[in-house]
């Protein structure tokens, strides 16, 4: 018979062996709840100077701000019934001041109104051109250059409002210098980026199958916006024109490109004066972009006047023909290749002849009647002798 008082010891034994029971861990909103009393504002750590670099970068971005302008290429469209004016924005960019006279620099495609099929039709007809103090101003587009991708605006705002980059020189930059870049990517104004130079004499391709040459490659973030906008040395001189990024991208991947700026200021008091690089004259106009779709026609240019005694007349080409009010009877010769190179329209035709001016003959070839022929324009005089082909 067991004893009362070792029956109970015996009983308890499995309970000592399983020792005090664990308490249960805090759910989630117990500890959230007690963490809310400690809110409290957190002491700034103090730092120490800025570096040298820092105040450099702070002190030339605050001098060139006033320089660097937002640019809208807006296109009007009247409605024939109402009256009422439509304002549409088609493309925006960067810009500089180039001069104390209103004159802004940025990149031609900024300024440039394409068709659905990305055809240029043409540069804007209006511009708004935005300061660093967020005044906007109209601008007109009063020269461009297609092969290396560069328009001048005129700016109708108070000149004291407009401040000019310094001018550096591109000609003797070394890979790994500090770089930075200006604009206003995706439309955030007057951002600026950080960077080297990461390589020099880059062939920068253009939309009319040209190239600019002696480009600067940079990984200073360059995004879309950005074009047109200013490439700065780290005394805040210009050194480029930040104009492109790989285009299969979109965006940047650390490799961007600029014009640089001895081509700029070669480039540029030409546009000034004259509008445009001085074409040789082959005496002919080309249909505009809409009225040859209208016509059905989506590929070279169409010939609209041949100038009397020139070499377009000599060589034969023929234009449009028209009744009494202007409308279209018949279409006149297709241009369909410049020296054997396909023309898309008549930017990539203008760019071909900035590159290499002939001084002698072109050839084109012609598509009329439904024949594809050759025709040579003598610049100089002599009569050309059209062959088919």
Known sequence: M??????????????????????EPPTEDAIIQRFRAFA????????????????????????????????????????????????????????????QYGHVVTNHHVVTVEGPEGQRLGESKVVEVTLSDGKTYKGRVIGWSFAFDIAVVQVFAPLDALKPIPIGRSKDLQVGQDVMAIGNPFGLDHSLTKGVVSALNRPIPTDYQTRILKGIQTDAAINPGNSGGPLL???????????????????????????????????????????????????FKVLDPFEAMQAGINRGLVVDEVEPNSPAQRAGLRGVQRDAQGNLLRLGDII???????????????????????????????????KVIQLRLDLKGKEPLPSRI
Not at 42 to 53: M, S, V
Not at 337 to 346: I, S, T, W
Not at 354 to 366: A, K, L, S
């Open 2 to 23: 067991i004893r009362p008082s070792l029956a109970l010891l015996l009983l308890c034994l499995p309970l000592a062996a399983q020792g005090p029971k664990k308490a």
């Open 40 to 99: 409290r504002r957190r002491t700034p750590l103090p730092r120490g100077p800025l570096t040298r670099d820092e105040l450099n970068t702070i002190r030339r971005f605050k001098e060139v701000k006033r320089g660097v302008v937002y640019i809208t290429a807006v296109v009007l469209e009247k409605d024939p019934q109402t009256g009422a004016i439509t304002r549409t924005p088609v493309s925006s960019g960067s810009g500089f001041v180039w001069d």
């Open 233 to 283: 040395d780290s005394a805040g001189r210009l050194i480029g024109m930040n104009t492109a990024i790989p285009a299969a991208t979109g965006a940047s991947v650390g490799i961007g490109f600029a014009i640089p700026v001895d081509t700029l200021n070669q480039i540029v008091p030409l546009l000034i004066a004259r509008g445009q690089l001085e074409p040789p004259r082959m005496g």
């Open 336 to 370: 369909l290749a410049y020296q054997g190179q396909a023309l898309k329209d008549e930017g990539q035709l203008a760019a071909l002849l900035e590159v290499v001016q002939p001084r002698d003959e072109v050839v084109f070839d012609v598509l009329r009647d439904g």
